[in-house]
């Protein structure tokens, strides 16, 4: 693991799980909104690549994953739910580092099946 991959990874760990524990006091969701911002960071940068697609070869899927992530994030926690403000944007913390974390564990086992 490369100095930048493991410093994302802190880093992204910190601040997700400062960040929701400022807005909803929970322990267990800020460590969890932690693990998934630290664990998304790190395989973020690591495949920072497959984000941003091939320069020569670009089309408008390279978006997708972002796309996705923000849509989720945003209007799956919205502001019609019937719960306090401070943990609905926690929980769109959480939503948005779980899938972070989800779409980078998704390449990593993609590029693990072509090389093997």
Do not use: K, N, Q
């Amino acid at each position: 693991m490369s100095r930048g991959t493991r410093a994302a990874g802190i880093l992204g760990t910190g601040l997700g799980g400062v960040v929701t524990y400022t807005l909803y006091a929970d322990p267990l969701l800020s460590a969890t909104a932690g693990l998934c911002w630290g664990a998304g960071s790190a395989l973020t940068v690591r495949y920072r690549t497959e984000w941003t697609g091939d320069p020569d070869r670009t089309s408008a899927a390279d978006g997708l994953p972002s796309a996705f992530v923000l849509f989720v994030g945003l209007f799956g926690v919205h502001a019609g739910l019937p719960i306090p403000d401070g943990l609905r944007w926690a929980l769109v913390v959480l939503v948005v580092g779980a899938l972070l974390a989800a779409i980078g564990l998704g390449i990593l086992l993609a590029r693990r099946a072509t090389t093997a």
